[in-house]
């Protein structure tokens, strides 16, 4: 099973792989999310809708179920000990 954006927890990263054609609105696109780009989540609203990522220095709230549509390879954290 493959990993999402939505899948990631608060301060983890990944870098976006593939989705369906026309699954994202296009000012997303705009704003970069695009595949080979990296994401990091940034907070989960309290019912869990939207979340909030950042892209290419962008902050941006989507909703979890295209949060869900973006497949990302995660980036592990190599500081922890």
Not at 26 to 31: D, M, N, P, T
Not at 37 to 43: A, G, H
Not at 69 to 75: A, K, P, T, V
Request: net charge negative.
């Amino acid at each position: 099973m493959a990993s999402t954006v939505a899948d990631l927890k608060r301060g983890e990263k990944g870098i976006i792989k593939e989705f369906p054609e026309d699954v994202l609105p296009i000012k997303l696109l705009e704003l970069g999310c695009l595949p080979g780009n990296e994401v990091e989540m940034i907070q989960v609203a309290p019912l869990k809708d939207p979340i909030y990522i950042n892209v290419n220095g962008s902050h941006i709230a989507i909703r979890r179920s295209i949060a869900q549509q973006i497949e990302l390879e995660r980036i592990e954290d190599t500081t922890a000990p």
